[in-house]
């Protein structure tokens, strides 16, 4: 009862005219950046961040919220009517969506993606409300070894279920922490790397500037690649019948969504899985329970459906760990992580005692997200066929400018903008040699927290490093981390019997 | 593939043999009067782990146990990046210099009719209610002053007038 009145105090937050007001322009927002090929949520919320400043605080967080929200949504609608995924996320989605425009029925399966979107918004945001304040209790029992443990976990995940080659992840999330370590010794306060003896470096690097440049300058040299020609455009036409007809398709649809939701829900909450895996895993596990597997690829609208449930809950579900515990659960998390760090408003469980009306405000904007998020793409289809249209270089030149302006604005400095543009160049060659972008960011995010709390402990403990797995509850989370870290390891064994050049531990 | 590679894995040893040669600045060791490690000790280590890693991946390219083939680069859009590139290095230098109002519309009307041979309305709008807009966005809304360089005294009755 006590969580159903913290959610009605939410909702009078979060239906005010502005926050209403808010989450209808995010979706809008992030429905077309979703729906940009090339352009996700990430890129989204990182190129708009800077611009938030516009708004309060938390009306900020929501507006980003609703931006990720949207651009979930949208990455359907790229996939389905120009076979281009519009973000990695709506990967699965092209597999049945594009032979469905090609059979002239991609009104339908525009409808079908956003209402099994909505359904999976909605059980996971049912799943986020029941989980969030119990867990945000247990956090609260988390001291500095728990939060070096469970940051430690964090960067396992990538390791051992990341998918990525395991040696150029491991350099990414050292390359993010060291950068981290950039500006004033966090206990002492000497100044430490220093570049050049470059005054802007005693600030530190900030997430938004990796971000801005990979996200930003870096996404779009990449798009700029990939995109040679232009893609055509299937012409989609909406009437209620079709609607209706989507509606009740999708309702026969009820056990593979509600799966495909809480599957999604907790690969989500895994930062280096997601909702890709998710996506893609739903997709394939709805093909294997299907009793006509064959039709998969070839238009069944099921193949859209399950897809489009998981990547939108697994954005909830990476919410969840971001929100009670402060370890993002995607790339996206982790930029809404430091843009709330920025504004003063700590996530973790203290934020649950200190800011109640903040976090149930925002729970509740992901009711009124979802809701708009499905109201403004079935109503919009028809401009979002005419925004795909718009020529790549006016996007590109319209971005960049953008992500020049946003690095500056938040620190005034041309320091940062030349530091924008040198991740964006290098992050776009690592990139193209298979150097996963995900971990560098978290790391960097999460980097400050890692050394205070490892630091933390071992002055609490007088040096004792064993304090870390004398607590019952850090001693699991890096019991966890040994596994995770040892399983492509063993895979290596398990494979071939050469020997190679692995580090014997994980990156303290 | 293979050569850029090699060369990306050989610049990353490079870059943390950088970073350790900073961080030594701070110590490293384990201070024992605390408790815990140095100020330096952090990137250090990260680093030299960076640095093994990086190493690793660089004997795994020489000993030919790499699955790249191809070119690293397409030939045909290597001088699309470039050129855009080098665009915004120039936009970025100029930017202090003449003022963002001069330096971006001209990246964007480089970009729009020369890199994407657009028509001149649709150039021609874009850079001009662009600027506009981050002028009201950026500096009326938020007062967030972007660099204006030489055309200063041109804003100064847009000020008196906003501000």
């Known amino acids: ?508 | 593939m293979l050569m850029a590679d090699r060369m990306i894995a050989a610049f990353l040893m490079a870059l943390s043999l950088y970073f350790m040669w900073h961080a030594i600045a701070l110590p490293i060791g384990w201070n024992g009067m605390t408790g815990g490690p140095g100020g330096g000790a952090f990137p250090f280590w990260l680093s030299a782990i960076m640095f093994v890693c990086a190493a690793g991946v660089l004997v795994r390219s020489l000993r030919g146990k790499s699955n790249y083939s191809g070119n690293f680069f397409d030939p045909e859009t290597l001088s699309w990046i470039v050129s855009v590139t080098i665009a915004l290095v120039l936009t970025i230098g100029a930017m202090p210099w003449v003022g963002t109002y001069i330096a971006l519309p001209l990246f964007m009307f480089w970009y729009l009719k020369i890199f994407g041979k657009h028509g001149w309305v649709l150039t021609g709008s874009l850079c001009l209610c662009t600027p506009v807009f981050l002028f009201f966005f950026f500096e009326v809304t938020l007062k967030i002053l972007l660099p204006k360089g030489l055309t200063e005294p041109f804003f100064i009755p847009l000020y008196a007038r906003f501000f």
């Open chain 1, 1 to 508: 009862m006590e969580l159903l009145s913290h959610l009605a105090d939410g909702f009078a937050t979060s239906l005010s005219p502005l926050n209403l007001f808010i989450v209808i322009l995010g979706v809008t927002a992030g429905l077309f950046i979703g729906a940009m090929p090339g352009l996700g949520s990430v890129n989204g919320v990182a190129i708009v961040l800077p611009m938030t400043f516009i708004v309060p605080p938390s009306s900020a967080i929501i507006l980003l919220c609703a931006i990720y929200y949207g651009a979930m949504y949208g990455g359907a609608i790229s996939s389905i009517l120009l076979g281009i995924p519009g973000a990695s996320t709506a990967v699965a989605t092209t597999f049945d969506g594009r032979p469905m425009a090609q059979q002239g029925k991609a009104g339908l399966a525009l409808i079908v993606a956003a209402v099994a979107s909505f359904v999976g918004g909605t059980i996971s945001v049912v799943l986020f409300t029941l989980f969030a304040a119990p867990l945000a209790d247990v956090a609260l029992a988390f001291g500095p070894a728990e939060e070096f443990a469970l940051v430690l976990l964090a960067f396992t995940t990538f390791v051992g279920l990341g998918g990525d080659d395991v040696l150029k992840t491991i350099i990414m999330i050292c390359l993010g922490l060291a950068l981290s370590t950039v500006g004033l010794d966090l206990i002492s306060g000497q100044p430490r790397l220093i570049f050049f003896d470059q005054p802007g470096f005693y600030s530190g690097i900030s997430f938004l500037v990796l971000a801005i440049g990979i996200y930003g300058i870096g996404e779009i040299l990449y798009t700029i690649e990939t995109s040679k020609s232009a893609p055509s455009v299937t012409p989609a036409r909406i009437t209620f019948r079709d609607l209706w007809f989507g509606i009740k398709e999708v309702n026969k649809l009820w056990k593979t969504l509600s799966f495909g939701s809480l599957m999604g829900f907790f690969v989500g909450m895994l930062p280096a899985a997601g909702a890709t895996p998710a996506a893609l895993m739903s997709y394939g596990l709805s093909k294997l329970m299907s009793k006509q597997p064959e039709t998969f690829g070839k238009g069944n609208i099921e193949g859209v459906a399950s897809p489009e449930t998981a990547n939108n809950a697994a954005s909830t579900g990476s919410l969840l760990p971001m929100l009670t515990l402060g370890i993002p659960g995607s790339p996206t998390t982790a930029l809404l992580l430091g843009g709330m760090v920025m504004w003063g408003l700590v996530p973790g469980p203290m934020l649950f005692i200190e800011q109640p009306d903040f976090v149930w405000g925002l729970i509740s904007s992901l009711y009124t997200a979802n809701f708009a998020a499905v109201l403004v793409n079935l109503a919009l289809i028809p401009l979002f066929v005419w925004a795909l249209r718009m020529p790549f270089t006016v996007l590109c030149s319209l971005v960049l400018v953008l992500c020049i302006v946003g690095g500056f604005a938040p620190s005034q400095k041309m320091h940062d903008v030349w530091l924008i543009v040198g991740f964006g160049v290098v992050g776009y060659l690592m990139r193209k040699a298979d150097y996963p972008m995900a971990p560098l960011v978290l790391a960097l995010v999460l980097g400050p927290l890692m050394e205070k709390s490892f630091r933390q402990t071992l002055i609490s403990e007088q040096g004792n490093v064993l304090a870390f797995i004398e607590r019952p509850l850090s001693a699991t989370f890096i019991a966890i981390s040994a596994v995770f870290f040892l399983l492509p390891l063993l895979k290596y064994v398990k494979k071939s019997k050469r020997a190679q050049d692995v580090p014997g531990e994980p990156a303290k």
